[in-house]
């Protein structure tokens, strides 16, 4: 039995010694392609501040207040107890 175990142990052991260094290699990778990245990838050039036109927000706001009290008080007919 001891061989058993003796055997289940090392074989846990080479599969977390596995992981850790898979995983290790994965972070350095990473970190190695970030810096390439930043350091080849074109600057993003800044975007001009463009002027949405205000269309009547009033009315705008009047018809979704009234959308959303007819889709509250259709919920609450549906659902009543």
Excluded: C, W
């Amino acid at each position: 039995m001891s061989d058993l175990m003796s055997n289940a142990a090392s074989l846990m052991a080479v599969g977390m010694g596995f992981v850790f260094i898979f995983l290790t290699i994965l972070v350095f990778v990473t970190m190695v392609m970030s810096k390439l990245v930043l350091k080849y990838a074109p600057a993003p050039e800044p975007k001009a501040a463009s002027v949405a036109p205000q269309n009547n927000t009033a009315s705008n706001d009047a018809q979704l207040l009234a959308v959303l009290s007819a889709a509250v008080a259709k919920y609450r007919s549906d659902h009543k107890k």
